[in-house]
């Protein structure tokens, strides 16, 4: 899991860049040709990067237990549907308007005027769309944070428990060796008892016998002296 907050927030730093790239792109109309061809070069390598960090997320989400994809996928799901939208932009980006630009230009004094007022209009869009972009992509970056702390907290409180689940066992294990050593001197002094009782018995017996043979020989001898 550490590794796919990982790669949300390299998404997350990606995005971010090729939104102010995108800004960039779209206002570059009176820029020269390497200068924009360059942009479009930087911009399709992190789209391509941005693709390929998507790819391995969804990769370490099938690794991970069943009870907790759906909130990964329901965020991956998120990151494509803005992958997208990147990209659609990309291309509008890329498209020349100047076409467009000539057409709409008889309303004003000039071809120059209007491409000027126009480009500024265009300035303010594009900068509202990107401030909004990049606050999103903040909230994300935000939300992976507080994912990963969530995260390091029960991480925390799993070895917490942990620990003091060994220590009950500990405990126990200890408790059951001083069960064991007191059944075995419970047992050895049982069976003392017994020998000793055997031993008092049979004691007992040879002093009954003992007494029966005194008093058998007395009523003996006193009838053969009559």
């Known amino acids: 899991m550490d590794l796919i907050h990982d790669y949300e927030q390299q998404y997350a730093v990606l995005t971010a860049e090729i939104t102010a790239q995108i800004g960039r792109l779209s206002t570059s109309s009176g820029a020269n040709t390497a200068e924009r061809n360059k942009l479009i070069a930087d911009v399709d390598r992190q789209l391509e990067e941005s693709q390929e960090l998507l790819e391995q997320i969804g990769l370490e989400i099938r690794d991970i237990p069943q009870a907790n994809r759906p909130g990964y996928t329901s965020r991956l799901n998120c990151y494509q549907?803005?992958?997208k939208r990147l990209?659609?932009?990309f291309t509008n980006a890329k498209r020349d308007r100047s076409s467009s630009n000539k057409g709409a230009a008889g309303g004003y004094d000039s071809?120059?005027?209007?491409?000027?007022i126009g480009i500024?209009?265009?300035q303010k869009r594009r900068l509202l769309d990107n401030s909004e972009r990049l606050e999103r992509t903040?909230?994300?970056?935000?939300d992976s944070y507080r994912v990963v702390l969530e995260t390091e907290q029960?991480?925390?409180?799993?070895?917490q428990d942990l620990s003091e689940q060994r220590e009950t066992i500990q405990r126990a294990r200890g408790r059951l060796r001083e069960t064991d050593a007191e059944l075995g001197r419970s047992s050895r002094l049982l069976n003392s008892m017994?020998?000793?009782a055997m031993r008092e018995k049979i004691v007992l017996i040879g002093v009954a016998v003992a007494i029966f043979l005194v008093l058998f020989l007395s009523i003996y001898f006193s009838i053969s002296s009559d």
């Open 81 to 83: 549907a803005e992958w």
């Open 87 to 89: 990209q659609q932009e």
């Open 111 to 116: 071809v120059d005027e209007f491409d000027e």
């Open 120 to 122: 500024q209009e265009d």
């Open 138 to 142: 903040g909230n994300y970056l935000k």
């Open 154 to 159: 029960i991480g925390t409180q799993v070895l």
């Open 194 to 196: 017994m020998m000793r």
